[in-house]
């Protein structure tokens, strides 16, 4: 498993783990019931405090991704990829509809929008 | 059962012109906590108080549960000073005799296999050490028993950066067993910042605060703006100010809020070391 954190992200070291982690389960990297390394060895491994890695699995447990029995370990939660997708869509729909309406009223055209869209992509 | 291996309360101690007031704070189980302060500000004196090798005029200290004074504690603590305490004609080879006298619970293996890792000479006297291979010595004579608490008392001070590193992957591969806790004292609060999941602050013999580490670096912030708008911010939404020449800088709990209810000022991330610089400077600039 690569982790790649950044110390001059303005995103906390605990999310930028939970995004990444998040992204190698929703890409195949990662399969459900896969043993995540435990949140002691992932500290040392990045050479950041238990508490930081523990916030993440807190958050990946939250959100379902990831399922942590006690005493054996953190795992791939089994759950279905398409499914997070479907809502991860919609949820972005509806912020883009939100834009688009801003952008409709306040004559923001949308080769413009478009372009900023393209721009976070990119980022 | 206990959750803490250091539990600390109401701790007082009362020298000639220094006073520690009222000192409590815990060191959890599996976690590394950063202890931080200026030189003076009793950070030495609380651990000498916490090995039972001062005594004090209040208060209570527990270590795995059990009473400081209680002498089996003392075989689960292992303990680093600033200064290398062994004897220049020594080689390592002679302090594993001397220690493995002293602890029963030695690891021969252990002590062997770091003085490898590490590359320090088994047959060479201290003597002949750099400043680095001494703390480095120091920490593994201090792990090889297989204590459940390390304390170091500015153990990292003086050494370069490469050798800090290691010894702060020593740290986190110490507490991979989650009984195991570290309480490191520093000044160089980068090391701290690095690893540490709770900080404590002690300034003038007081504790400051005592807070997750991961909470001081995302969410304290110092603002930085002209005498005019500093008088446009509410006192309570920050914790100090100071006034240099040029403009008014004050350290804030929440960022992100100033950050929303403030325009036009400048909100900047802190560091262990700003935080700390704040309390103890005050409003001096």
Redesign the interface.
Known sequence: MEIIISNSSEK???EQICIQIKNLIMNGTLSAGEALPSM??L??DL??????VQ?AYEDLTRDGFIETVSGKGSFVAAQNREFIREEQLRAAEELLQKAAEIGRAHGIGYEQMANILKLFYEE | MEDNNIFVQDLCKRFDGFLLDHVSFRVPKGRIVGFIGENGAGKSTTIHLILNELKRDGGQIRLFGRENTDPCVREDIGVVFDECCFHDVFNPSDIEKILSGVYRSWDSGLYRQYLKKFGIPERKPIGSFSRGMKMELSIICAMAHRPKLLILDEATAGLDPVVRDEMLDLFLEFIQDEECSVFLSSHITSDIQKVADYVILIHQGRIIFEEQKDDLIYHFGIVRCGKEKFASISPDDYLIHRVTNVSVECLVRDREAVRRKYRDIVVDNATLEDIMLFYVRGGAA
Do not use: D, E, N, W
Not at chain 1, 47 to 52: A, G, R
């Open positions: 906390p070291i605990y002691r060895v500290a040392r050479h950041i405090s238990v508490i930081t916030r």
